[in-house]
């Protein structure tokens, strides 16, 4: 091949790898690009650097048409606008939102551009002998799509793009076969070493704004993470599931608490659903690389090419992921009950069910899985020693079932946790609580007031318990969080529950339901005696899965009415009073007499005989936990200890009031503390 051939043929190679690459991004990318690399490729052709400036001009002004930028913004009066709309493109190129940038076509546009200035930069690096430089110009494109946006295509492309490298490179030194020879090997061993040793999601961690770049949602990892989000996601079809009635899409039940979150146990009895009716569904893989099958409820029998295994969490999986356009079926036991039903529904009392209580591995360490290593389909055994999971101190711990007394022993076990505070939460939510469903009820209420949690996807690293952290302390996640907190309160208050991951109903459209990547969604399960495992959705709407209203068997998303507040006219008042209540105690702050333990017990309405012997704090910190919450309880402790300290700490020096206000607002929201405040003022019990 003569030189100008293997120039040609090499910037071509860039181009189709960058193309490829950009295409997984920005819908239609590769056949509007080629078009621009064909033109740019054969200027570099060429000796001089004309034709290389020529073919850039010519591709600035073809891009924009091809990426279908109207005619209109593209004449004189909108050339003042074009800086603006050039800086948005470049933004939506790196921009990690939901939003597909595909759709407008400056980004579309603004990718082309860049591209084939590259490419023209490399074709003019090639006239003046630079084959080097050439190669590294030309494969920018590329390693920022790369960088943005990774794929496991990403091994063939750099295939790709260290064959046309090597190849133009050592055609300048050796003959032209040799030097396409000696180019095949180096990237057939960079091809195997790539397979062996990349990773699957992501590839480059670039500083700045691409510090958290992401690659697109391909495969759901059922285990929850409590972390940033590791992926994009934009709205693309993962399955179309043909089904009578809409349902929550499960892949995997994750059946153990370990202390720090959910994990799947092996396979063990299945428990009855007495109420289970089966379910067959059609589903069409499209986007979705999970190995895992999706289902409505438990798995009976699936058809599908390939051979199917059963996995922990009632799941089954294939021996490898179905590929795009594959179809299988399913019939499963789906689970309906309506709320008269499930009201009435008999106390848990199956010793089974006892293994949906406990907090922690079982003792018997064969339940735990075993710690190995996954390259696709090959699984590679470690020894037990190896990848432990995390110890908490005092699990695992089993509850009694509700309904049944939960003796000292058994409490003092949990308040030797680290969960201490959040079962004295649970025990405060569901005090007085008759059946299952009383329980279920509250905890539901609890985590869907958006006064108290909030939902986002922006979320920090997790610290060692991030459940614990999400319910004490942040109050801020997504479906992971709330799913999570959700089932570990259940769990402390005696009530079967486990969590779920897979996909939530998606959208109804031509006779089926389009499940998207955004509706990627984690709910939980609660067991009833004589009907089954029965799923609930804790996360509030302002999730972007889609959810139909038939499968919200209660709670509307908001907090409900305070009583005694009716209409406008009893929100007005409740907030007059709120108002009222916080500005005479902030008048009075500077001027406190009443010591922090006392202010305390004034708070839950004790008579002032103030905290002496007979009245421990620490008795006062726990029933506050109960009946407040974990900061106005640990002001019980601060005062226990600022008591028989030798030196008061600097805390002890500002107003009691001033510290009860700051912790009841922390605990209850400023206007709950607010109304707690003006209540306790005017005389009221508490309520």
């Given at each position: 091949?003569?030189?100008?051939?293997?120039?040609?043929?090499?910037?071509?190679?860039?181009?189709?790898?960058?193309?490829?690459?950009?295409?997984?991004?920005?819908?239609?990318?590769?056949?509007?690009?080629?078009?621009?690399?064909?033109?740019?490729?054969?200027?570099?052709?060429?000796?001089?650097?004309?034709?290389?400036?020529?073919?850039?001009?010519?591709?600035?002004?073809?891009?924009?048409?091809?990426?279908?930028?109207?005619?209109?913004?593209?004449?004189?009066?909108?050339?003042?606008?074009?800086?603006?709309?050039?800086?948005?493109?470049?933004?939506?190129?790196?921009?990690?939102?939901?939003?597909?940038?595909?759709?407008?076509?400056?980004?579309?546009?603004?990718?082309?551009?860049?591209?084939?200035?590259?490419?023209?930069?490399?074709?003019?690096?090639?006239?003046?002998?630079?084959?080097?430089?050439?190669?590294?110009?030309?494969?920018?494109?590329?390693?920022?799509?790369?960088?943005?946006?990774?794929?496991?295509?990403?091994?063939?492309?750099?295939?790709?793009?260290?064959?046309?490298?090597?190849?133009?490179?050592?055609?300048?030194?050796?003959?032209?076969?040799?030097?396409?020879?000696?180019?095949?090997?180096?990237?057939?061993?960079?091809?195997?070493?790539?397979?062996?040793?990349?990773?699957?999601?992501?590839?480059?961690?670039?500083?700045?704004?691409?510090?958290?770049?992401?690659?697109?949602?391909?495969?759901?990892?059922?285990?929850?993470?409590?972390?940033?989000?590791?992926?994009?996601?934009?709205?693309?079809?993962?399955?179309?599931?043909?089904?009578?009635?809409?349902?929550?899409?499960?892949?995997?039940?994750?059946?153990?608490?370990?202390?720090?979150?959910?994990?799947?146990?092996?396979?063990?009895?299945?428990?009855?659903?007495?109420?289970?009716?089966?379910?067959?569904?059609?589903?069409?893989?499209?986007?979705?690389?999970?190995?895992?099958?999706?289902?409505?409820?438990?798995?009976?029998?699936?058809?599908?090419?390939?051979?199917?295994?059963?996995?922990?969490?009632?799941?089954?999986?294939?021996?490898?992921?179905?590929?795009?356009?594959?179809?299988?079926?399913?019939?499963?036991?789906?689970?309906?009950?309506?709320?008269?039903?499930?009201?009435?529904?008999?106390?848990?009392?199956?010793?089974?069910?006892?293994?949906?209580?406990?907090?922690?591995?079982?003792?018997?360490?064969?339940?735990?899985?075993?710690?190995?290593?996954?390259?696709?389909?090959?699984?590679?055994?470690?020894?037990?020693?190896?990848?432990?999971?995390?110890?908490?101190?005092?699990?695992?711990?089993?509850?009694?079932?509700?309904?049944?007394?939960?003796?000292?022993?058994?409490?003092?076990?949990?308040?030797?946790?680290?969960?201490?505070?959040?079962?004295?939460?649970?025990?405060?939510?569901?005090?007085?609580?008759?059946?299952?469903?009383?329980?279920?009820?509250?905890?539901?209420?609890?985590?869907?007031?958006?006064?108290?949690?909030?939902?986002?996807?922006?979320?920090?690293?997790?610290?060692?318990?991030?459940?614990?952290?999400?319910?004490?302390?942040?109050?801020?996640?997504?479906?992971?969080?709330?799913?999570?907190?959700?089932?570990?309160?259940?769990?402390?208050?005696?009530?079967?529950?486990?969590?779920?991951?897979?996909?939530?109903?998606?959208?109804?459209?031509?006779?089926?339901?389009?499940?998207?990547?955004?509706?990627?969604?984690?709910?939980?399960?609660?067991?009833?005696?004589?009907?089954?495992?029965?799923?609930?959705?804790?996360?509030?709407?302002?999730?972007?899965?889609?959810?139909?209203?038939?499968?919200?068997?209660?709670?509307?998303?908001a907090s409900p009415a305070p009583a005694g507040a009716a209409g406008l006219g009893g929100a007005i008042a409740a907030i007059v009073a709120a108002l009222g209540g916080l500005a005479f105690a902030t008048a009075r702050l500077r001027r406190d007499p009443v010591p922090l333990g006392d202010r305390l017990e004034r708070l839950l309405g004790v008579p002032g005989e103030g905290t002496g012997p007979a009245r421990t704090l620490r008795r006062l910190a726990d029933e506050l936990e109960r009946r407040v919450g974990p900061h106005t309880s640990g002001l019980a402790l601060a005062a226990e200890h600022e008591r028989f300290a030798a030196e008061p700490p600097a805390a002890a020096q500002?107003?009691?009031?001033?510290?009860?206000?700051?912790?009841?607002?922390?605990?209850?929201?400023?206007?709950?503390?607010?109304?707690?405040?003006?209540?306790?003022?005017?005389?009221?019990?508490?309520?």
């Amino acid at each position: 091949m003569a030189p100008a051939g293997i120039r040609i043929a090499a910037l071509l190679a860039l181009a189709v790898a960058a193309a490829a690459a950009w295409s997984a991004m920005l819908g239609g990318f590769a056949i509007r690009a080629l078009p621009l690399g064909v033109v740019i490729a054969a200027a570099a052709a060429a000796r001089s650097r004309r034709p290389a400036a020529v073919a850039l001009a010519a591709t600035i002004l073809a891009a924009p048409l091809l990426a279908g930028v109207p005619a209109g913004d593209l004449g004189p009066g909108a050339w003042a606008a074009l800086p603006a709309r050039l800086v948005g493109g470049v933004r939506q190129l790196t921009a990690l939102g939901t939003a597909p940038v595909g759709h407008d076509p400056w980004a579309l546009a603004t990718g082309l551009l860049l591209a084939a200035a590259a490419w023209s930069a490399a074709a003019a690096l090639a006239a003046e002998r630079r084959p080097l430089a050439a190669v590294v110009v030309g494969a920018a494109p590329w390693l920022a799509a790369i960088a943005v946006g990774p794929t496991d295509a990403a091994v063939w492309q750099g295939v790709a793009v260290v064959l046309a490298g090597v190849t133009w490179c050592a055609s300048t030194r050796i003959a032209a076969p040799a030097a396409v020879a000696l180019a095949t090997g180096v990237a057939l061993v960079a091809a195997v070493a790539a397979y062996a040793v990349a990773p699957r999601h992501r590839w480059v961690h670039l500083p700045g704004s691409f510090g958290h770049a992401r690659s697109r949602f391909e495969a759901m990892t059922t285990e929850p993470t409590f972390g940033p989000l590791e992926d994009r996601r934009s709205g693309a079809p993962m399955l179309e599931i043909g089904a009578a009635a809409p349902a929550l899409w499960r892949l995997q039940a994750l059946d153990v608490f370990d202390g720090v979150g959910w994990r799947a146990a092996k396979p063990g009895p299945e428990l009855p659903q007495p109420a289970a009716e089966p379910v067959r569904i059609g589903v069409r893989v499209r986007g979705l690389r999970n190995e895992l099958i999706a289902s409505p409820g438990r798995i009976q029998r699936v058809e599908a090419h390939g051979s199917i295994h059963h996995a922990p969490g009632e799941a089954r999986w294939l021996a490898s992921a179905p590929p795009a356009g594959s179809v299988y079926h399913v019939t499963a036991g789906v689970v309906r009950a309506s709320i008269e039903q499930l009201r009435t529904a008999p106390p848990p009392r199956d010793p089974r069910l006892l293994a949906y209580t406990r907090l922690g591995w079982p003792a018997r360490s064969a339940d735990r899985p075993p710690p190995a290593l996954r390259f696709g389909p090959i699984t590679l055994p470690l020894p037990p020693s190896l990848l432990e999971p995390v110890e908490v101190p005092g699990l695992p711990v089993d509850l009694p079932l509700f309904g049944e007394p939960a003796s000292a022993r058994v409490r003092a076990r949990v308040d030797a946790t680290p969960y201490r505070p959040v079962a004295a939460l649970a025990r405060r939510l569901t005090a007085g609580a008759g059946t299952e469903w009383e329980v279920v009820d509250r905890v539901m209420r609890y985590l869907l007031d958006g006064n108290r949690f909030r939902y986002t996807t922006d979320v920090a690293a997790p610290g060692r318990l991030p459940v614990k952290d999400f319910l004490l302390r942040d109050r801020a996640g997504y479906c992971q969080h709330f799913a999570s907190a959700a089932a570990l309160l259940l769990r402390l208050a005696g009530v079967p529950a486990r969590m779920v991951a897979g996909f939530a109903t998606g959208v109804r459209a031509r006779g089926h339901y389009l499940v998207r990547d955004l509706d990627a969604h984690d709910w939980i399960e609660v067991y009833f005696p004589g009907y089954g495992w029965v799923p609930f959705n804790p996360t509030p709407p302002a999730a972007p899965a889609t959810i139909p209203s038939a499968l919200e068997l209660l709670w509307p998303h908001a907090s409900p009415a305070p009583a005694g507040a009716a209409g406008l006219g009893g929100a007005i008042a409740a907030i007059v009073a709120a108002l009222g209540g916080l500005a005479f105690a902030t008048a009075r702050l500077r001027r406190d007499p009443v010591p922090l333990g006392d202010r305390l017990e004034r708070l839950l309405g004790v008579p002032g005989e103030g905290t002496g012997p007979a009245r421990t704090l620490r008795r006062l910190a726990d029933e506050l936990e109960r009946r407040v919450g974990p900061h106005t309880s640990g002001l019980a402790l601060a005062a226990e200890h600022e008591r028989f300290a030798a030196e008061p700490p600097a805390a002890a020096q500002r107003p009691a009031a001033l510290r009860v206000t700051r912790a009841l607002a922390r605990d209850l929201g400023p206007w709950r503390a607010a109304l707690l405040l003006a209540r306790r003022r005017s005389g009221g019990r508490w309520a």
